[in-house]
């Protein structure tokens, strides 16, 4: 299947990185965002990371400009029916998911795949609001999408061999490394990453460091490229927070149960980078 015209529901920045890969691997790429400005916001994003690459010599400038001609935004859901596959990267949340498969599958054609960029969250759960299981998978690209190389190709009970083949095709051909994972919480990333990251949040509990002692011992010890406070601020501790609860609800087991610090930062509105601090200070 050749994947042409390519539908992104979502105007965060992983639906801007996820849009920039696509049309970096030559296909078109259609972004819904629920309002106008936000799309605005969203192609702003795209921008200035080309112009970063431009900047440091990793994109020429005329490459840039076609690949930034094949984006393009929009807040109709119905400018997605011709599209060959749709990934939905919105909040996580899966009951507004399940809405958003169930109206996906109305305005596709048949025969375009659906995908999700769930980092934890149940593929099964999405395949079932439709009419075609089969053409529904997980596709989790890793923040930021440009930069990293690494994309879960995740395969619920219901999804066709023809279909990860598919997928799995496009994202080598978008320049990425994908790795055929199945549908459990976490699937490999996430499930290995996040008992480090909040076993992390216990040792801060229990004294055994400061944080800045913690992260400095795991860049140096393990070759870490950031340490693992610093990176539950570029995550986001409210994400953080719902991917620790999402494991331990399907595993129950306690290095998945959230460091009640993390539910207090989340209350307090200390989500890290986004809010301007979290574990660290960020200048807004």
């Known amino acids: 299947m050749n994947f042409r015209t390519v539908g992104v529901v979502g105007s965060g920045i992983m639906a801007a990185g996820i849009a920039e890969v696509v049309a970096a691997g030559g296909a078109e790429a259609i972004v819904r965002g629920r309002r106008a400005e936000a799309g605005e916001a969203l192609l702003t994003v795209v921008d200035r990371s080309l112009a970063r690459q431009v900047a440091r010599g990793t994109r020429e400038a005329d490459e840039a400009a076609a690949l930034r001609s094949r984006i393009r935004v929009t807040t109709e859901i119905e400018d997605l029916a011709g599209c060959d596959l749709v990934i939905e990267s919105v909040v996580e949340d899966l009951d507004v998911k399940r809405v958003l498969f169930a109206e996906l599958d109305e305005v596709t054609r048949p025969g375009a795949i659906l995908a999700t960029n769930t980092s934890t969250l149940s593929v099964i759960d999405l395949a079932v609001q439709t009419s075609r299981p089969e053409l529904v998978c997980g596709i989790h690209f890793f923040n930021p999408a440009p930069a990293m190389a690494l994309v879960e190709v995740v395969r619920p009970l219901t999804s066709a061999d023809e279909t990860i083949l598919a997928v799995t095709n496009f994202v080598v051909a978008c320049g990425k490394e994908p790795v055929v994972v199945k549908d459990q919480a976490g699937f ?86 986004k809010s301007g601090q979290g574990f660290y200070h960020y200048a807004r």
């Not at 400061?210 to 393990?222: H, V």
């Not at 595993?251 to 200390?270: C, E, I, K, Q, S």
């Open 188 to 273: 490999v990333v996430n499930a290995l990453l996040f008992p480090y990251l909040n076993n992390a949040v216990r040792l801060l509990d229990q004294g055994v460091a400061s944080l800045e002692g913690i992260d400095t011992a795991m860049r140096g010890g393990c070759g870490f490229p950031m340490g693992p406070f610093a990176l539950l601020d570029l995550v986001g501790l409210d994400t953080s927070l719902a991917i620790l609860e999402t494991l331990y609800a399907e595993f129950a087991d306690p290095n998945y149960a959230p460091v009640p610090r993390l539910r207090r930062m989340v209350a307090a509105g200390l989500l890290g980078r």
